[in-house]
């Protein structure tokens, strides 16, 4: 009598093992490029944020009588972008927390006024200055070909 087993050879594992690898092989790199794309997505996301809390808070400035732009985005350089830390200048309602890696945004300030910033992409700083005279926040110029991407 004959009994039928139903079982994977010792073939056919290692063969599924093999695509299994391949497929690896060719995806994480993907992964890796997927994370750079999320991240300038999330500072050009930002910038535009910041960009339009800067005209926003300069337009109540003017409502009260005030020409000038805020003097700091931040008051401090841990939580960034909040204004300049009282309640008659706020600038993002929750300010951004800083970081050191890929992905966050830093201040290279050691103390008010915080005008420079830093955006840590793809292992490149991306530096930003921001100008009370005129309320610009622009990239500074000559830097990493990354960085462009976080601007138009």
Request: charged residues 15%; hydrophobic residues 40%.
């Amino acid at each position: 009598m004959y009994i039928k087993k139903n079982a994977f050879t010792m073939i056919e594992l290692v063969f599924v093992i093999v695509v299994l690898g391949i497929l690896s092989a060719i995806a994480i790199p993907k992964f890796a490029a997927t994370r750079t794309d999320a991240q300038i997505t999330k500072a050009i996301a930002d910038i535009s944020s910041i960009r339009s809390a800067i005209v926003t808070e300069r337009q109540s400035r003017l409502i009260t009588g005030q020409s000038n732009y805020i003097n700091s985005l931040s008051s401090s350089s841990t939580t960034l972008f909040d204004g300049n830390g009282t309640a008659t200048s706020k600038l993002l309602m929750y300010g951004i927390k800083a970081g050191t890696t890929d992905g966050h945004w830093s201040t290279d300030s050691a103390s008010a006024p915080y005008v420079s910033y830093i955006y840590k992409i793809g292992g490149s700083s991306c530096n930003f200055t921001y100008t009370p005279a005129d309320g610009i926040f622009k990239l500074d110029p000559n830097q990493d070909a990354i960085c462009d991407n976080l601007v138009n």
